[in-house]
């Protein structure tokens, strides 16, 4: 059962390069979101979306775009990569908005230099 | 607008030992109360949840947790501690009514100290 998967678990990327995290996940759960883990501040919501070809800005969004053609997959695009987005990602996933469960995949590691 | 305050980013405990992990938070309105377990390089995982009804709450590894209106608290605790406790736990918060983000607190590492 694999839940939530994330891909690539980590990536080393150069000031300005482009990347796309790819999320994917096998429980038919209408809303997926995106997170960035920093030391100290908890989880931070980047984006997130409500059904498949939704999308909606989280609380840190800005250098960040996220797209949901597919229910089960979430992608989160990084346009032109900066040190300030060295973190970890994380994708969730749940089945209801309200009060439901959030599952998380394992997390990509990012360092940009 | 909510927001959750977990006193202690780090806490160590003997093995054997309470674990009390703090948890206060603020919100609009009535909230659903959450914590989660990270284990090292892994995903947070939900270890147990208040949404309404009894106000003592167990979840998972014999944590449990109970929500006080009237003190904003949702404080976590297991009454003996393992060493696979060893984890960081994270309260978080959401509002009850319509689309409600989740709010999560910075985190507290638990050491268990054999």
């Known amino acids: 059962n694999a839940g939530v998967t994330q891909t690539p678990k980590f990536r080393v990327l150069k000031t300005g390069q482009s990347m796309t995290l790819l999320c994917a996940q096998d429980m038919n759960h209408e809303y997926m979101y995106w997170y960035r883990q920093d030391p100290g501040m908890g989880l931070r919501l980047i984006h997130y979306?409500?059904?498949?070809?939704?999308?909606a800005k989280g609380e840190v969004p800005d250098g960040y775009n996220v797209s949901r053609l597919k229910k089960q997959n979430f992608l989160l695009g990084l346009e032109s990569a900066a040190p300030s987005q060295t973190s970890v990602y994380f994708c969730a996933s749940s089945y209801s908005n309200v009060g439901a469960e959030a599952f998380f995949g394992q997390g990509t590691r990012l360092t940009v230099v | 607008a909510q927001s959750v305050t977990q006193l202690g980013s780090h806490v160590s405990v003997s093995e054997g030992a309470l674990v009390l992990l703090r948890c206060n938070y603020s919100?609009?309105?009535?909230?659903?109360l959450f914590w989660y377990v990270q284990y090292p390089n892994q995903g947070l995982q939900l270890l147990l949840k208040y949404t309404t009804g009894a106000t003592l709450v167990k979840g998972i590894n014999g944590f449990e947790a109970e929500f006080k209106k009237s003190e904003t608290s949702f404080h976590l605790t297991k009454p003996s501690a393992h060493m696979s406790d060893a984890a960081e736990y994270f309260c978080a918060v959401s509002g009850s009514g319509g689309y409600q983000k989740v709010t999560f607190g910075t985190g507290t590492k638990l050491q268990v100290i054999p």
């Open positions: 979306s409500v059904g498949e070809g939704t999308t």
């Open positions: 919100s609009s309105v009535p909230p659903y």
